[in-house]
């Protein structure tokens, strides 16, 4: 089977296609970085705008590549949620526009599952159930994933996701945007130990995250004039690292029988969060896996193999496109916390 893929939630327009082999036959991944970096961060009447002007032509260009008409496709997948509601909407509404005139089945894709669900794509060998950190740049929870659409959360943040803070750090330091690749290039040249930062949430009992009061400690750290940018990087990075690997040890504990660690979501890309969670994995005798950084990031080949994960399933053509949705519905609010 062959699905087409269509993301546009948040500011990289993409479009994928995707078989059940796990090939991705074709993409391509417009970002628009230039186009809000002068505001340093997304701005969503832009955002709208970009994808708008460029995805009918990358759609077009996608099935060029592959040599595939759209009425071979057996279902289109795109986005529909959540995430800045203009985008959504570009995408979403120009998938029901070619479903319509295909008489292809529509399938509406959670961006989060398109995440959580990436894993698989990557390799084959990574079954249900797994236990799934999601750190993204408007997320970041811990999972029990037990099947395509089974999703039980076991932490969030009470304040800011990682890529958040990652991004917010980035500004702080005059690193540019995005922020994480930033962070993540400074930290190379910097000591993780030079800056004393705080750890918050470390030795709570539940698993819930906080970055908010870590981002103020590096404005302090830049604002007192004593440390180098790239310790300062290095050291938040570090911070954020062992936030993660302490909170992850109180949800593991709640999943006794999971024996898989999966990382997915836009700071999943960052070569020391792997690292510290291939360590943990082996302390917790766990298999670890995370997709290769460019299927982390926003993409469309992760919406198109959700649709395959998804296939038999058909949205009706009046679906909305939702600027929330959470994975777990069930989930307990969190005092402060969004979904
Ligand atoms: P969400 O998926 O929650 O809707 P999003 O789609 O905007 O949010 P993603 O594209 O999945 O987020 O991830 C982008 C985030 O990942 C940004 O905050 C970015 O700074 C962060 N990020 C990307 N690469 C790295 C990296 N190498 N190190 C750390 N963070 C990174
Ligand atoms: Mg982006
Ligand atoms: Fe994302």
């Known amino acids: 089977a062959l699905v087409l893929g269509i993301e546009s939630s948040c500011d990289e327009t993409a479009v994928a296609l995707v078989d059940s082999e796990r090939h991705i036959v074709a993409q391509r991944i417009a970002s628009q970085d230039e186009d809000h970096a002068p505001f340093g961060g997304v701005v969503p009447e832009i955002a709208a705008r970009a994808h708008a002007e460029r995805l009918a032509p990358m759609i077009a260009g996608v099935l060029e590549d592959a040599g595939i008409a759209l009425s071979e496709c057996d279902a289109i997948a795109a986005t529909a949620g959540p995430g800045l509601i203009g985008g959504v909407m570009v995408g979403l509404v120009s998938a029901k526009a070619l479903a319509m005139a295909t008489d292809t089945p529509l399938i509406a894709i959670n961006h989060l599952e398109g995440h959580a669900l990436s894993p698989r794509l990557a390799d084959e060998s990574i079954a249900f159930p797994y236990a799934l950190l999601l750190v993204s740049g408007g997320h970041c929870q811990i999972l029990r994933v037990d099947g395509v659409g089974e999703y039980r959360r076991l932490a ?40 004393p930062l705080p750890r918050p949430m470390v030795g709570s009992g539940e698993p819930h ?28 990075q570090q911070a954020a690292v062992d936030c993660v690997t302490d909170r992850l040890r109180i949800a593991l504990a709640e999943m006794d029988d999971v024996d ?47 649709g395959i994960e998804r296939l038999g ?16 519905p069930e989930a307990e609010p969190v005092r402060g916390a969004g979904v």
Request: hydrophobic fraction near 50%; charge should be negative; aromatic fraction near 6%.
């Open 156 to 195: 969030t943040t009470i304040d800011d996701a990682l890529g958040e803070a990652f991004d917010k750090t980035a500004k702080i330091l005059g690193l540019g945007f995005p922020g994480g690749p930033a962070v993540e290039r400074a930290a190379l040249e910097g000591d993780a130990r030079a800056v």
């Open 209 to 236: 995250f906080s970055f908010a009061g870590l981002k103020s400690a590096v404005l302090r750290a830049h604002e007192s004039g004593q440390y180098e940018t790239a310790d300062i990087a290095a050291s938040f």
């Open 260 to 306: 898989t660690l999966v990382v997915a979501g836009g700071v999943a890309a960052n070569a020391t969060v792997r690292a510290a969670l291939e360590q943990l994995a082996v302390d917790h005798d766990m298999r670890f896996a995370a997709p290769p950084p460019k299927l982390c990031t926003d993409n469309a080949a992760m919406i198109a193999w959700a």
């Open 313 to 328: 399933q058909s949205d009706p053509l009046d679906i909305s496109a939702r600027p929330r949705w959470p994975l777990d």
